[in-house]
């Protein structure tokens, strides 16, 4: 997975408009839901979600925000990587009520590759915000 040219401010907006449930929509769609909050237990929540969902589950990969606030106390990446079987990664970049699961393939820089590979977790706001 690389993302040397991924704003991921604008990325996390432009995945925010891709919502799977858009209305009238015919195009592939980001899948979105709300977290309470940023724990081990709601990423859990949100992988057994996106694996229900996914042609390729073993491929999905956390992209999670610097620093995670909640999850400071929660565990480390490396601890979360343990917990939840999942590579994660921390982009500085990523807005704080944000977290990405996806396929390494599911973006390239700024694209959206394939966005139905891409669940986005808003914490502490309704997924159609």
């Known amino acids: 997975m690389t993302f040397e040219n991924t704003d991921f401010t604008d990325l996390a907006d432009r995945v925010r408009t891709q919502s799977a449930d858009a209305p009238g929509s015919d195009t592939e769609r980001v899948t979105?839901?709300?977290?309470?909050?940023?724990?081990?237990?709601?990423?859990?929540?949100l992988l057994e979600m996106a694996e229900t969902e996914h042609d390729r589950p073993a491929d999905l990969v956390f992209v999670l925000p610097q620093p995670p606030t909640d999850l400071a106390a929660d565990a480390s990446p490396e601890a979360l990587e343990d917990?939840?079987?999942?590579?994660?990664?921390?982009?500085?970049e990523l807005p704080d009520?944000?977290?990405?699961?996806?396929?390494?393939?599911?973006?390239?820089?700024?694209e959206l590759?394939?966005?139905?590979?891409?669940?986005?977790?808003?914490?502490?706001?309704?997924?159609?915000a």
């Open 32 to 45: 979105i839901r709300s977290l309470e909050s940023l724990d081990t237990d709601a990423l859990a929540d």
């Open 97 to 110: 009520d944000t977290v990405l699961l996806l396929t390494p393939d599911a973006v390239d820089g700024m």
């Open 113 to 128: 590759v394939e966005p139905r590979s891409i669940t986005c977790g808003l914490v502490g706001r309704a997924a159609d």
């Open 83 to 92: 917990a939840l079987g999942r590579t994660v990664r921390v982009e500085e």
